[in-house]
C-alpha cells in the first residue's frame, strides 16, 4: 500500500478525524484563554498608590483619575478644630501596587457634626444625668439652678437657650444646660449667704423670759 493510500485511510477513520479535531479546539481554547487572561489581569499595568492624607477630596479625585484609579468615600468623622473634608486615612496604603481601575476607599473629616438625640433626663439626679450626657460625648454642661421642693433633680435640659423634647437630636459634642432644682427651707429666707429666721422664731434659739 502506498503511502498516499496509508494517509488517505487515517484521516477517512472517523474515530481519528474526531480525535483531531478535540484536540485542535482544545488548543484553541487553551490559547483564547490564556490571551483573555492576560488581558482582564493588565499583566505588567500595576500602578503605584499616590499618598492622599490631608489632600481635598477634589485634589485627591484628581490625582486618581490620571493613574486610572478612583476614590470611594467609606467613612467620615467630625473633629471640631480639623478642617472639612480633608483626608484622614485610605486604603490600600500609598506605595502599594493595585491594577488599573481599581477603588480607593477613603475615611475623611465631615463638614457638618454627628447629630445625637438626647433622651428623657426629668427626674434624673443631677450626677445621673452629667454621667449620661458624658458618655454620649457632651463634655461640656453648666447647671442652672431654680428653687423647687427638692434639690437635685434635672427637669430640663437647654441647648442654646432653648429647652429640649425627648430625643431631641443636637450637634455631637455640643455645649447643654442642665436645668435642675434646688430646695428652698420652708421656714427660713435666704438673703445673699445668710439666712435670716422668721418673726418670733428667736434668731439665737433662746427662751424668751417675758413668755414667763
Do not use: W
Not at 483564547?32 to 477634589?58: D, K, M, S
Not at 467613612?75 to 471640631?80: A, F, M, N
Not at 478642617?83 to 480607593?104: F, L
Request: proline share 5%; hydrophobic share 40%; net charge neutral.
Amino acid at each position: 500500500m502506498s503511502k498516499k493510500q496509508i494517509k488517505k485511510s487515517i484521516f477517512s477513520n472517523s474515530i481519528i478525524k474526531n480525535l483531531l479535531m478535540i484536540i485542535s479546539c482544545g488548543v484553541l481554547l487553551v490559547v483564547l484563554a490564556l490571551l483573555l487572561l492576560n488581558v482582564y489581569t493588565r499583566h505588567g499595568q500595576n500602578v503605584v498608590v499616590p499618598a492622599l492624607e490631608n489632600l481635598q477630596i477634589e485634589e485627591a479625585n484628581t490625582i486618581l483619575s490620571a493613574k486610572g484609579l478612583h476614590a470611594e468615600i467609606v467613612d467620615s468623622i467630625y473633629q471640631r478644630n480639623a478642617v472639612p473634608g480633608a483626608i484622614i486615612d485610605q486604603t490600600p496604603k500609598a506605595g502599594n501596587k493595585v491594577k488599573e481601575g481599581r477603588a480607593i476607599y477613603l475615611t475623611i473629616y465631615s463638614k457638618n457634626p454627628q447629630m445625637i438625640a438626647i433622651p428623657e433626663l426629668t427626674d434624673y439626679s443631677t450626677r445621673q444625668a452629667s454621667a449620661l450626657l458624658n458618655s454620649m460625648g457632651f463634655t461640656q454642661l453648666s447647671i442652672q439652678e431654680v428653687p423647687a421642693e427638692y434639690s437635685g433633680l434635672v427637669i430640663a435640659v437647654e441647648y442654646r437657650g432653648k429647652r429640649l423634647t425627648p430625643d431631641e437630636k443636637v450637634p455631637a459634642g455640643s455645649s447643654l444646660t442642665l436645668v435642675v432644682t434646688r430646695g428652698v427651707l420652708a421656714d427660713s429666707l435666704r438673703i445673699g449667704n445668710e439666712y435670716i429666721a422668721p418673726p418670733g422664731s428667736g434668731s439665737d434659739g433662746a427662751i424668751d423670759d417675758s413668755f414667763f
